[in-house]
Antibody, heavy 117, light 109 residues
Framework: QVQLQESGPGLVEPSGTLSLTCAVSGDSIRSGDWWSWVRQPPNKGLEWIGETSHKGTTNYHPSLKSRVTISADKSKNQFSLKLTSVTAADTAVYYC??????????WGQGALVIVSS | QSALIQPPSASGSPGQSVTISCTGSSSDVGGYNYVSWYQQHPGKAPKLMISEVNKRPSGVPDRFSGSKSGNTASLTVSGLQAEDEADYYCNSYAGRYWVFGGGTKLTVL
């Protein structure tokens, strides 16, 4: 059974960098799947952030592309998200997910990140 | 880059059928057969219900079905049950990125 678990600071100061890691078990980052990040602001809908492949290829949502970096650490079987220059609008639950075959088939439980001083 | 358009709410009585629409453009929904639907209960992570327009993952009841016509995809829930009450989101490939719909709150009356 594939499992994903997000981890990282729950509080980030405005203008700082949000950093999260997603640990993967039951599958290998080296597989042919893509590994994604999705966020959900409080009481709002889902927003796709971006994805990385095992080869290091990345795709990002156009609206966030200038601030986002997603990378994979094959040795630790995990992937990470960095979002720079954060504001209160970046406060959200951040989910990591496996994109297996054109669908997000496994999701982490989510990590709440609050941007506040 | 705009989100796909979904009705904010939908409702039906137990046993009835309800259909939720998801409207995009020729750059996303209309251009690819990579539309998925996700169910989300309060405080929980989204769960995949339909992929590639009409494929149902193992374990998803056959009461859930998907379809697409032009730039609009649809999710139909037949034989509504109390546990179907949740938020539903559509998602489409848009050419090197993915876009979600705004979500529909399904209420079982």
């Amino acid at each position: 059974q594939v499992q994903l678990q997000e981890s990282g600071p729950g509080l980030v100061e405005p203008s700082g960098t949000l950093s999260l890691t997603c640990a993967v078990s039951g599958d290998s980052i080296r597989s042919g799947d893509w590994w994604s990040w999705v966020r959900q602001p409080p009481n709002k809908g889902l927003e796709w952030i971006g994805e990385t492949s095992h080869k290091g290829t990345t795709n990002y949502h156009p609206s966030l592309k200038s601030r986002v970096t997603i990378s994979a650490d094959k040795s630790k079987n995990q992937f990470s998200l960095k979002l720079t220059s954060v504001t209160a609008a970046d406060t959200a639950v951040y989910y990591c997910a496996r994109a297996g075959g054109w669908k997000l088939d496994y999701w982490g439980q989510g990590a709440l990140v609050i941007v506040s001083s | 880059q705009s989100a796909l358009i979904q009705p904010p709410s939908a409702s039906g009585s137990p046993g009835q059928s309800v259909t939720i629409s998801c409207t995009g453009s020729s750059s996303d929904v209309g251009g690819y057969n990579y539309v998925s639907w996700y169910q989300q209960h309060p405080g929980k992570a989204p769960k995949l219900m339909i992929s590639e327009v009409n494929k149902r993952p193992s374990g998803v009841p056959d009461r859930f079905s998907g379809s697409k016509s032009g730039n609009t995809a649809s999710l139909t829930v037949s034989g509504l049950q109390a546990e179907d009450e949740a938020d539903y989101y559509c998602n489409s490939y848009a050419g090197r990125y993915w876009v979600f719909g705004g979500g529909t709150k399904l209420t079982v009356l």
